[in-house]
């Protein structure tokens, strides 16, 4: 279990993270998910212990993370950007990590094992491809076997067939009862693996809910109605139901479900061609939902 | 995935050991010890094979005039004290670092350790090998010397400590910095050439305050004989050990301060 309690960092006049709650529950796969600078990885690290919150906790299994007698038994990680010495070897690496806790060579070989870089162990980290780079911060993150994992981002940079190995990994990680946070700012990714979602806008929480909910709660979904009498089908609608007009035959209805629709189009002989529900997709639902926190945006071509 | 079975928490000697295996997994280490080592001898046997008694060196410090190599080595072990804080910062392994060991402190502890203890004994050992070679050519000069003579021995300890301590002074430089080119600077310029500098002000009390700077207290711990003015070698061990202190002091603050 991880647990952020109003989490707030600051650099300078600079808040990176405001007042940020929520709990990553053991069992599930909750994705972390935000644009690109929305303090994601800072809060991460604050999770860690790396970086010191300006207000707020961040605790695993109940206590700080620094204070637990085997860190890295309780969270495994992976940060957004490399952490080893571009000359050590993949084993030496892992192995100088498994020192401090006095886990043995025969766990360093078996994590080599899972993230297949059994192989490529003996060969300098500098040769690696951004993909191996990934496998082995992953290994890393497995050192200690730990009850959960925190990976920032960690399909980066790996090929289809990388990806389908991390969601797979992450799910059984979970199944098994661990707890999984995964960060990202693709929503299409996250919605392949996560249960749970965790998003973050500006440093602020923006929902934190399960994939299901998200779309629903978004309110985006909406119905498209084509009638030859749209203007006439427009007076009828309860006043609670918006509808604007997307071609002269062509009604987009919200507020208001298709059978609700369908009847009162009946009820009044209003003549239908068409008439289709259109949830927002997920990546449409994040995208409302983080639209004025997005730190760069571009303008429409 | 199974499920290990170990006695797994951090420990000191586990973090001895980590950074032990950090130390010696990667080239730049054995490049730095290494050519430390070739710079000493090296210069040992020229020093030796080039003397001519009664010449300009006659009236050197026979200890001090074998190792005139340990200069340039002891700038070796600095940048190899430099890189094994600083350096974790430049390629980030600072983080899976203080991942595994949340503390920190433990982490600076070991580096001091492992890196104070090689460089004492193989300073300490390539100090006598140096002496032993320069004897061969020095066997007929007026420099003769064996290892019994009167403070032979303790020159070339205090000679292998003095090296042992500058090379924390540096690796507390490589710390509190957090960059490589940084701290190579501060340690340049002001370990080597600030007292230099200084030196040439005219002042009584910046002379006497000098000879307590660390360079000048590490060449006072690697003279046989006692050198004119100079603060004797337990003045100069406790000085050199506070620089280092110091030194390691500032990091030590920062580290439980600092975001990683």
């Known amino acids: 279990m991880i647990r952020a309690e109003r989490l707030t960092k600051r650099y300078g006049g600079r808040t990176v993270v405001r007042d940020l709650s929520f709990t990553v529950r053991p069992g599930t796969v909750t994705g972390f998910l935000g644009p690109n600078g929305a303090g994601k990885s800072t809060t991460l690290r604050m999770i860690l212990g790396l970086d010191a919150p300006t207000h707020g906790t961040a605790t695993v299994g109940g206590r700080s ?11 495994g990680a992976l940060l957004d950007a490399r952490s080893f010495h571009p000359g050590r070897t993949a084993f030496h690496h892992l192995t100088a990590l498994a020192h401090t806790h006095g886990i043995p060579r025969s766990r360093v070989e078996h994590v080599l094992g899972v993230t297949g870089l059994a192989d490529v162990a003996g060969r300098r980290v500098k040769g690696f491809s951004l993909g191996m780079g990934q496998r082995l911060g992953i290994a890393a993150a497995l050192l200690g076997d730990p009850a959960a994992v925190v990976l920032d981002e960690p399909v980066n940079g790996l090929d289809p067939e990388g990806v389908r190995w991390v969601r797979t990994l992450l799910t059984s990680l979970a199944a098994e009862g661990r707890t999984v946070l995964v960060s990202s700012h693709l929503m299409s990714e996250m919605a392949l693996t996560a249960d749970r979602l965790v998003v973050i806008g500006r440093g602020r929480l923006l929902a934190d809910t399960t994939v299901t909910d998200l779309v629903r709660d978004a309110g985006a979904a909406s119905v498209l109605v084509v009638t030859p009498d749209a203007d006439r089908l427009r007076t009828l609608l309860p006043p609670d139901a918006r509808a604007t007009a997307e071609a002269p035959d062509t009604l987009r209805v919200t507020g208001l479900d298709a059978p609700a629709i369908g009847r009162i189009a009946a009820a009044h002989t209003v003549e239908l061609h068409a008439l289709t529900p259109e949830t927002a997709s997920l990546e449409q639902a994040f995208m409302d939902l983080t639209h004025d926190s ?8 | 995935m199974t499920t290990a079975t170990f006695p797994h928490r951090v420990t000191p000697s586990g973090v001895l050991r980590s950074e032990w295996h950090k130390l010696w997994t990667v080239r730049s280490t054995w490049i730095t010890v290494l050519s430390a080592v070739a710079l000493v001898l090296g210069v040992a046997v020229l020093m030796g094979g080039t003397y001519t008694s009664g010449g300009g060196d006659s009236d050197v410090d026979v200890v001090v005039l074998t190792l005139y190599g340990s200069q340039l080595g002891g700038i070796c072990l600095a940048v190899l004290g430099i890189l094994v804080t600083a350096g974790e910062y430049s390629s980030g392994l600072a983080r899976a670092t203080f991942t595994a060991v949340p503390a920190r402190l433990p982490v600076l502890g070991a580096k001091a350790a492992v890196l104070g203890a090689t460089v004492l004994v193989l300073g300490l050992l390539t100090n006598v090998a140096a002496f032993l070679t320069a ?21 070339l300890a205090g000679n292998a400590a003095g090296l042992a301590l500058l090379s924390l002074l540096a690796l507390g430089l490589g710390a509190a910095l957090r960059s490589v080119p940084g701290a190579l600077g501060a340690f340049i310029g002001g370990v080597l050439v600030l007292p230099e500098v200084v030196g040439m002000l005219p002042y009584d009390a910046v002379d006497t305050a000098l000879r307590y700077f660390p360079t000048q207290a590490a060449g006072v711990l690697g003279s046989a004989s006692p050198l004119p003015g100079a603060p004797s070698a337990g003045a100069a061990l406790l000085a050199l050990a506070l620089w280092a202190a110091a030194a390691l002091a500032v990091p030590a603050v920062l580290l439980r301060r600092r975001d990683v």
């Open chain 2, 135 to 155: 004897q061969v050519f020095l066997d007929d000069t007026d420099h003769a010397a064996s290892l019994t003579d009167d403070g032979v021995l303790a020159a």
């Open chain 1, 65 to 75: 993370y620094a204070s637990h007698p085997a860190p890295l038994t309780q969270v």
């Open chain 1, 294 to 301: 997005v730190e760069y945006q571009g303008a429409a071509a």
